[in-house]
Each structure stands twice: as C-alpha cells, then as structure tokens.
C-alpha cells in the first residue's frame, strides 16, 4: 500500500499546478516544439505535435482523479525543482506521454501532456496510482533536462537511450523522496509494469532502453531519493551512473 497518502482515486485538495483551460496554441509554442531538440519523449513530426497540443483538456473526466492528481504534481515539481505546464491529451491508439520545453502558461517552463488512452489502462494495473506517478516524474524529469545542461550531455546523435534512462533515474529518486513508505508489492508491481516500457530497438534513436536498464534506473534513483540529496545533485548522480 502506498502509506499515509491517500491513493490517487481518493479525494484530495485541489493544488494550482498551472492546469488552466485551452484556448488555442500560441504560434510560439508549436514553433517551439517543432523545433525542440529530438529525444526524450519529444514527437519530431510537426503534426503529430500539434495534434497533441490541440487536444488538451486540464480534465481526465475523474473530477476526484484530478484533485488528488494536482496535490501530487504540487509535490512533485518541488522535489524535481521545475514546474511545467500539465494537461492530459488524445493520444489514440498509442498510450504515452510526452514533454516539450516550451510553455504557453506564464510562470511554468515545459508542458507535459499525459495521454488518455494511457491513463485508461491505468484502471487494470496494481498499484495504477504509482504508475501515473511515476510516468509524471519521468516527463518532469525531461523538463528538469531541457533547463540544465542534462539534455545536452546525455544526448548523442544516434541514440536517446542515456536521455530517457536519466529520467528513469529521477523518476526513482522522485518516489525515493517522498515522505511515505511502498510496500514491497507496490514496487514489485510498479517494475513490472515499468518493464512494458523497455524496448530491445538497440539500433533506432528513438531506443529507451532495454526493461532491465530502465528498472535499474529507477531503482538506483529510488535509493539516491532516500539518501535525501537535493536534486542538482541526484541529476548528476544520475548522469554519472550512465557513465556520463
């Protein structure tokens, strides 16, 4: 069980998170994200991107869902010390989530887009409400890399692997800093699941990682988060854990 905090279908309080209704792209956001660094979770195709951007809803359709999910994503971008724009998107037939750099919301840097169909299948998982959770910290994560010098470092011309296993990392150290306690079933769960997102496309770009690289992200993140190390420093720790 996930300790004091209530799970994320319980009721919570409503927490600013810069969720705010849409009302059109701003040409400088969907210029930005064409243009964004390739990598990470980012879309290159123009129109896949606007697509995403076009459809985004500050509701899950879960009035309670969204509550507690923003007291969450309060926490959350304290700990990783960035705070992006948040919204959930149609993302059809293909579950994901996704993080651009640029944000049409003033006071937030990034946008994160958290797909529906993914957040569905949520419903069918143990432990679900870890898993969301931990896919937000992995995209705040991405957030985080575009502001410092992370991105650039770990990307390499042919492979986004060491980008997305960084965030792998922070993700862990993420759920490592939080004040309440997983039972061992909530984590076994959560790398189960973790697991489905590896892939074995060792020679495309676009490769995360193999399942047993992106578990053992998280989890040597996971035990830099309950060391208590601030987050400048977890980053690097995380960098030097790949070798770079």
């Not at 998107?89 to 887009?113: H, R, W």
């Amino acid at each position: 069980m996930i300790g004091r905090r209530t799970t994320l279908w319980g009721a919570a309080f409503l927490v600013c998170t810069g969720l705010s209704a849409c009302q059109g792209i701003p040409p400088k956001l969907t210029t930005a994200a064409q243009v964004a660094p390739g990598g990470g979770c980012l879309w290159g195709n123009a129109a896949a991107i606007s697509s995403a951007l076009s459809s985004r809803s500050e509701h899950s359709g879960n009035p309670r869902l969204d509550a507690s999910l923003g007291e969450i994503l309060a926490e959350m971008a304290d700990i990783l010390a960035v705070r992006p724009r948040f919204a959930f998107y149609q993302d059809g037939g293909l579950p994901n989530a996704v993080a651009l750099p640029a944000s049409d919301y003033a006071g937030s840097f990034g946008t994160v887009l958290f797909g529906l169909t993914m957040l569905s299948r949520v419903d069918t998982m143990t432990h679900g409400d870890l898993f969301v959770q931990a896919v937000c910290a992995h995209e705040f994560a991405h957030v985080r890399q575009y502001r410092t010098p992370f991105f650039a470092r770990l990307d390499r011309p042919n492979s986004v692997r060491l980008v997305e296993l960084h965030a792998d990392f922070l993700a862990g150290y993420y759920l490592g800093r939080l004040p309440q306690s997983f039972g061992a079933d909530a984590l076994v769960a959560l790398g189960r699941a973790w697991e489905t997102l590896g892939d074995s496309q060792f020679t495309r770009r676009e490769h995360h990682g193999t399942p047993e690289e992106r578990i053992a992200a998280i989890e040597a993140g996971f035990v830099r988060g309950q060391q208590r190390m601030g987050i400048d420093q977890a980053a690097e720790a995380g960098a030097r854990y790949l070798g770079a």
